[in-house]
Structures are given as C-alpha cells and as structure tokens.
C-alpha cells in the first residue's frame, strides 16, 4: 500500500514540476514541417508551442508540450528573446501558426438574428464573413478598447482599437461593449 502511495507522489511531483529551458536545448525544423526537440537527453520527434499569455504577455512563458500523449508539458521558455535568433525563429513560426488571429480593420455589418450574429468584416488578411454566437463568451474585452472575438468554429479575430473604429462600426459594435 505504501508503494502504491509512494507512486502516486512521485507522478504528481513530475506532473507539477516547472522544467526551464535554455537556449542550450536545441529545437530543429522537420522535413515535414514540424519543430523536434531535444532536452535533457531526451528526444522528442515532434513538440506543440503554446503561450501562457498570449495576450498580455506574448514572448514570455512559452510552453514547450509533446504531442499527443495528453500534450504533456517538458518545459517553459521563460523569455523568447533569451533563446538563440534560429530558436526564436522556429518557435515564432509555430506560434504564428496556432495563434492566427487577422485584425478587424471595417466593419461592414453585424446581423443578429436567431442568436448569431453574422459579422462582414475586412481584416489585415482580406475581406472576412464569420459567425459568433451570442450566448457564449465569444467576445472578450482585453482593455477598454481592445476586443478578441472567438466565432463558432473557435476562429480568433483582434479589434486592437475600438476608438479607431467609425461611429457607425462602433455603433454596431453596442451590444457587445
């Protein structure tokens, strides 16, 4: 029974460990595009980035996960900038890559109906149609006029300046203020 006690603490202190990691760890870009990894003796074919703070504190706190496998954390990177100019390029790649997020440049329109609502919008990326749904958290206000809207198919799209918007885009915006 002890033993089995004794495993159980053993797992759950791997499990809540922080494992920091340098720019002496070395990551490289795959033929297939993926980043591999190698830390402390081990070697992993294929990792996930993900930000802490993707929002307020974007190049700090990188998680470092394994893929599949639960998507178990390795390690932090406590400041990109810290890490080697090729790291950071890689790493950003693949940031870049998961926290796609176009910015809201015109609004166009916004329909409500049937608790949607149908947003026409032009962004750094082009012209955009998306939906969200209006009874989910799906547009959260970062500052007073900063808004991150998340549409139904978990899309990100960033308005960094509502004040910037026209009085009728901003208008049309109301009912999410």
Known sequence: MEDTINIYEKKAEEMTAIHIISKKDKFAETEGGFVSFDYDGVHYDR????????????????????????????????????????????????????????????????????????????????????????????????SDTRLIIMDVDENRFEIRDVEALSQKERRMLDMFL
Do not use: W
């Not at 990792?47 to 700090?60: E, Y």
């Not at 329109?109 to 990326?125: Q, W």
């Not at 149609?129 to 547009?139: D, E, H, L, P, W």
């Open 47 to 142: 990792i996930k980035v993900v930000r802490l703070f993707p929002f307020s504190d974007a190049d700090r706190f990188i998680s470092i996960r394994e893929y599949g496998n639960g998507d178990r954390e390795i390690g932090i990177i406590e400041d990109l900038s810290d890490m080697t100019e090729e790291t950071q390029k890689i790493l950003r790649h693949q940031l870049d890559l998961c926290y796609f997020t176009p910015v809201i440049e015109k609004i166009y329109n916004i329909k409500d109906e049937y608790g949607y609502a149908y947003f026409h919008v032009l962004t750094d990326r082009g012209e955009c149609k998306f939906t969200i749904n209006m009874g989910s958290n799906a547009v959260s206000k970062l």
